[in-house]
């Protein structure tokens, strides 16, 4: 009897092959050793126009060797070109500002958003190639802004921060297919709804203006924390329709000019910029029902100083440490949340005498942190965001995390004229994807079914990103508002 070439031939035999090297589907990711790329937006407009802005991608292999100040030789790509063309065939508007990103759970995917324009554009990360475009609502006093759009870990949905239309809105998100949708039944309107106490959710001297700023997603994809400009925060069920309030905080409890936060093991971690603030939660504490200020927002530090404020946040690969960065004073608290242990870590240096440190990601590795470094003319934030070296700060990273020393400043530049208009502020560290064994295996059945040879796959060439002349853009941010502007609230 002939043996069936399929079950026992040389075919299967190699598929056994692939999946053991390419590793054992529930083994433990080794992250430190993972090929990564660093994503860093450029908010100005793109040269010569009103609208877009750029996109610097910097391999592993620059940053991680990058000493000095030097521009350095990224991927540069115009989100004045075809991303705004999307966007401008989309919804009929061009985009404008991009302020935040972030990828969706897998990396294949790249969620920007833009907060004057109020757009939020989705990229095929890969292929650096736009996907979607949309954009949000008209809400409170004809307000539509987009500061943050945050896809859920399980990558069904993405929350867009409105934030002068007071609006936290849900997109429906299937990146298999590249399809997004706004779902209107989900928006919850922050200046009209109505807390778990019974008051209203916006209420002078308890939570004055409900502009939300960046809605901060648990693991489980059930509970997002929503910072808010005026102080307070709002605790919401994301996947109820429509969304629901479940915990309440006033804004004697969080300070205003909310902004950041992140899970890090047990504990939701956010902060407040009039000032330096910084608290934690637990997530798992939140019941379906809350009384006020529950469960605790447990101070990790307070600092009024109007000259400080607090912004970016990120932390070390093993969760030890939280690296929370201060534009004003150029420095970063670190906080080891299990002793609530603080160290004050400075970024200015012979690389950077005013550095402006603003949002910031670590490398999977845990050795290096990135960070944005705010232009001369900031175009979000106020004169407290001002810097003198706009680009990616890189800084090496203590073995524990705990410390580090700025390495390196990859300056970029958006010329008008003599004047530079580049102000970096998106930043974010992209995995690359590997091919797991069950994709792998996927792979290699598809081909052999067509009667393919095992061959490696190659990646298309993509065409270089076209330049465009300088033009003027204004001057500066001087009598003019804040597109972004979550540090209204009064410092205290």
């Known amino acids: 009897m002939r043996s069936n070439p399929w079950l026992f031939g040389p075919r299967v035999l190699g598929l056994a092959l692939l999946v053991g090297c390419v590793g054992d589907l529930t083994g433990p990711e080794d992250l430190a050793n993972r090929d990564y790329e660093v994503w860093l937006v450029d908010q100005s407009n793109s040269p010569g126009s ?12 620059l940053v991680s060797s990058a000493t ?6 990224p991927e540069r790509i115009d989100l004045g070109g075809a991303a705004s063309a999307l966007c401008l065939a989309s919804t009929g508007a ?50 539509r802004q987009a500061h943050a759009a945050t896809p859920a870990p399980d990558d069904s949905y993405i929350l867009v921060a409105n934030q002068n239309g007071k609006l936290l809105e849900r997109i429906t998100s299937n990146y298999a297919t590249n399809q997004f949708s706004f779902d209107p039944a989900a928006t919850l309107d922050l200046a009209a709804c109505t807390a778990p106490s019974g008051a209203p959710c916006q209420l ?10 960046v809605p901060v997603i648990t693991s489980t994809s059930r509970l997002a924390f929503v910072t808010l400009r005026g102080g307070g925060l709002l605790v919401v069920d994301p996947k109820a329709t429509p969304m629901l309030v479940r915990a309440e905080y006033d804004k004697a409890t969080v300070q205003g000019s909310g902004l950041m936060g992140m899970q890090v093991g047990n504990d939701v971690v956010i902060n407040s910029g009039a000032g330096f603030f910084a608290y934690r939660v637990v997530p798992g504490d939140v019941a379906a029902t809350n ?13 009024p100083a109007t000259t400080r404020d607090s912004h970016g946040m990120t932390a070390t690969a093993d969760g030890r440490f939280v690296w929370i960065t201060d534009r004003g004073s150029d420095v970063a608290e670190v906080f080891e949340l299990s002793s ?13 005498p005013k550095p402006a440190p603003d949002l910031a990601d670590a490398s999977p590795a845990g050795d290096l942190l990135f960070v944005a470094l705010r232009g001369a003319l900031p175009l979000s934030g106020g004169a407290v965001a001002t810097g003198s070296t706009p680009g990616l700060g890189v800084m090496k990273l203590t073995a524990s995390g705990e410390t580090g020393t700025l390495q390196a400043v990859l300056t970029i530049s958006n010329l008008d004229g003599t004047t530079e208009r580049a ?21 290699l059945l598809a081909r052999l079914a067509r009667g393919q040879e095992l061959l490696a796959q190659s990646v298309p060439a993509r065409p270089a990103p076209s330049g465009r002349p300088p033009a003027p853009q204004g001057d500066g941010t001087a009598g003019t508002p804040q597109e972004c502007d979550h540090g209204s609230a009064p410092r205290r």
């Open 204 to 213: 002078a001297d308890v939570r004055p203006d409900n502009a939300p700023i």
């Open 340 to 352: 609530g242990r603080r160290t004050t870590v400075s970024f200015a240096s012979a690389l950077s």
């Open 423 to 443: 102000d970096a502020h998106a930043i974010r560290v992209r995995l690359k994807p590997t091919v797991t064994a069950a994709r792998a295996a996927v792979m």
């Open 50 to 61: 009103t609208f877009g802005g750029t996109l610097y991608i910097y391999p592993k292999s």
């Open 68 to 73: 000095g100040a030097a521009p350095g030789t």
């Open 291 to 303: 009384a006020v200020n529950k469960p605790a927002a447990t101070p990790l530090f307070a600092d």
């Open 94 to 143: 061009n985009p404008v500002r991009p302020h935040m990103m972030m990828f969706n759970s897998t990396g294949t995917h790249a969620i920007l958003a833009f907060v004057a324009s109020g757009h939020v554009l989705i990229l095929d990360a890969e292929r650096r190639a736009p996907v979607a475009c949309l954009q949000a609502s008209v809400g409170f006093s004809g307000g």
